[in-house]
């Protein structure tokens, strides 16, 4: 099994930043690609970024440009990093991998952006 848990969260002003960060523990042999999605209460999970175990990355249409994924393989420590944040952004993130045994996730952490 596969650990993960997210930290980074918080209230931020529109325009701000943020960086959130995933721990992962356990069986980490098995991860290769790893992601951020949101939920929104009532909406459904949306898709944040995700990357490869070899950097090839890829993001959801609402954060490309102001959003940057990236991990740190030897300590299996996944990052998002977070700019020119808007109200929309708001929503518990969550953390995932996928591997062969199953999709693991976070247990979330959430992001509020609001003056």
């Known amino acids: 099994q596969v650990q993960l848990v997210e930290s980074g969260g918080g209230l931020v002003q529109p325009g701000g930043s943020l960086t959130l960060s995933c721990a992962a523990s356990?069986?980490?042999?098995?991860?290769?690609?790893m992601g951020w999605y949101r939920q929104v209460p009532g909406k459904q999970r949306e898709l944040v970024a995700g990357i490869s175990i070899d950097g090839v990355e890829n993001y959801g249409d609402s954060v490309n440009g102001r959003f940057t994924i990236s991990r740190d393989n030897a300590k299996t420590t996944l990052y998002l990093q977070m700019n020119n944040l808007k109200p929309d952004d708001t929503a518990v993130y969550y953390c995932y991998t996928p591997t062969h045994q199953g999709t693991y996730w976070g247990q979330g952490t959430q992001v509020t952006v609001s003056s």
């Open positions: 356990g069986n980490i042999f098995s991860i290769s690609y």
